[in-house]
């Protein structure tokens, strides 16, 4: 989900526009029921809410990819893709995809950990803890194409879990260990490190992409009704709601932005997985409720 830059002139038109409404049409209400003291208050919590509300209405994007293996999204290597993780560790995304031939990556940090949707939508991971080895390992689920999903893995030190749809997939892995292998390899959404001259890129969009040391589901959960909100295991969050200068936002403590590269874009989605929109809605409301009742 994401708001690039060059839609600012369109939020900020409607953003005036919502405020001058709700400030016209209430004007005399205001001044005959709100203590001059709380009046200005009042007022900026109504344009915080006003802007929020209008921004929200149009902040709803994804990353795309279209089979390009130059066009991607990067972060740089950092402690928090791997050593800070510990032996125990989420990674999820939204995904929909327009084309499952081949292998089609959703998350990669090479020699360290991937998931993916391969062999024509099924859903597989690849893990690697320090001094074993590192191969695919099937969910047992496929993805349905040009349809929203939510993807997970996890990983508690002896098992690999996949989930698909808030479902916990049948096919899991053992694999015991103490911590991921750590590398230099770059984070990268939507493109393998390796992969061949394909890069086993991604066709079609990406969204939420999060990782959490701990787990996150150990069995079947709901799926998540809004955007993400960072907490004290978020190592990695990704909303994809802004591009400046190509430049994605990590949501997190960690503060680990990425780039966009090539080709890859933000583009405006329709995506069920967040109520932001209804949330600012509901909160202008609520000022208004109380304002009455003084």
């Not at 089609?104 to 090479?110: S, T, Y």
Request: charged share 25%; hydrophobic share 45%.
């Amino acid at each position: 989900m994401i708001l690039q830059f060059q839609h600012e002139g369109g939020i900020m038109r409607e953003f005036r526009l919502v405020t001058l409404v709700l400030l016209v049409s209430n004007l005399s209400f205001i001044l005959k029921r709100v203590k001059m003291k709380n009046l200005i208050f009042c007022i900026f919590a109504i344009v915080l809410l006003a802007g929020s509300y209008a921004s929200a209405a149009i902040k709803n994007m994804a990353l795309e990819l279209k089979s390009d293996p130059n066009s991607f999204f990067e972060a740089p290597d950092n402690p928090v893709f791997h050593q800070k993780l510990g032996d125990t560790f989420t990674a999820e995304a939204w995904v929909f995809s327009m084309d499952q031939v081949g292998e089609r990556m959703i998350v990669n940090k090479e020699d360290s950990y991937e998931f993916a949707l391969r062999n024509n939508g099924m859903f597989e991971a690849a893990l690697k803890v320090a001094g074993a080895g590192w191969d695919w390992h099937s969910s047992g689920v496929k993805v349905e194409n040009e349809k929203w999903t939510h993807v997970a893995i996890t990983w508690d030190g002896k098992v690999v879990r996949m989930f698909v749809d808030g479902k916990k997939a049948p096919g899991e892995k053992d694999m015991a260990g103490t911590a991921l292998n750590v590398t230099d390899s770059t984070f990268k959404v939507g493109r393998r490190e390796r992969g061949g001259e394909t890069h086993s890129i991604f066709d079609g969009l990406i969204d939420e992409v999060r990782i959490s040391k701990g787990l996150r589901y150990t069995g079947d959960y709901a799926l998540p009704k809004g955007a993400f909100e960072p907490d004290a295991d978020t190592m990695a969050l990704y909303h994809f709601d802004e591009a400046v200068g190509g430049v994605i936002k990590d949501h997190s403590k960690s503060g680990i932005d990425g780039k966009l590269v090539g080709k890859a874009q933000l583009v405006k989605i329709d995506l069920p997985n967040t109520q932001q929109a209804v949330e600012a809605r509901g909160k202008l409301a609520t000022l208004w409720g109380r304002l009455k009742a003084q």
